[in-house]
């Protein structure tokens, strides 16, 4: 007699995606994302500072109850966006390495849908490298949103740029590319 299958869903997990190099690691999977794997990626003698963001699924969206948060992406073409703002941030503030990971599919309440690590000689540099290219994901990436509340049917899909910082929502007319809040 064998085990009954922990994943009722027969559809394999698709493999994760990923382009690397010596200080540049980008990555779209649809498994659990794991903090210390990213920060591996980055660690270096050279570095001084680690910098790490973590965008998790809260529990509401504008006090609306969350189920889960759902994302979808143009793989090929987010995976090039993705290096391109690593490559940028890389350059633009001497960084050692950058890491940039984000999960698709279904993510819970309480998981992780991007990690950002980032890696420096010196804090400054990481702090405003991290952030520069978080929001340089939300605006530009190819990776879409479904947030399934409680009481709808279906859920609600959305590009990242749709909501300002603080939650406010945007104006119609002002769509950008990107993904996860």
Known sequence: ???????????PTPPPQTISSS???????????????????VRSPKA????????????NIHH????????????TLALQTLHSIAKSQLST?????????HRLGTVPIGEESILIAVSAPHRGEAWRAGE??????????????????????????????????????????EVGGGFME
């Open 1 to 11: 007699m064998s085990a009954p299958n922990p994943n009722p869903d027969p559809t």
């Open 23 to 41: 200080n540049i690691h980008i990555e779209l999977t649809h498994s659990p994302l794991s903090i210390p794997a990213v920060i591996s990626h």
């Open 48 to 59: 001084g500072a680690i910098v790490l963001f973590a965008g998790t699924t809260r529990d």
């Open 64 to 75: 609306q109850p969350v189920l889960s948060l759902h994302y979808t992406s143009y793989t």
């Open 93 to 101: 503030h001497s960084l050692t390495s950058i890491s940039i990971t």
């Open 132 to 173: 520069e290219a978080l929001e340089e994901c939300k605006r530009r990436v190819e990776v879409w949103k479904c947030e399934v509340l409680e009481g709808e049917v279906g859920g609600r899909w959305r590009a990242n740029a749709e909501e300002e910082e603080g939650g406010k929502e945007r104006g119609d007319g």
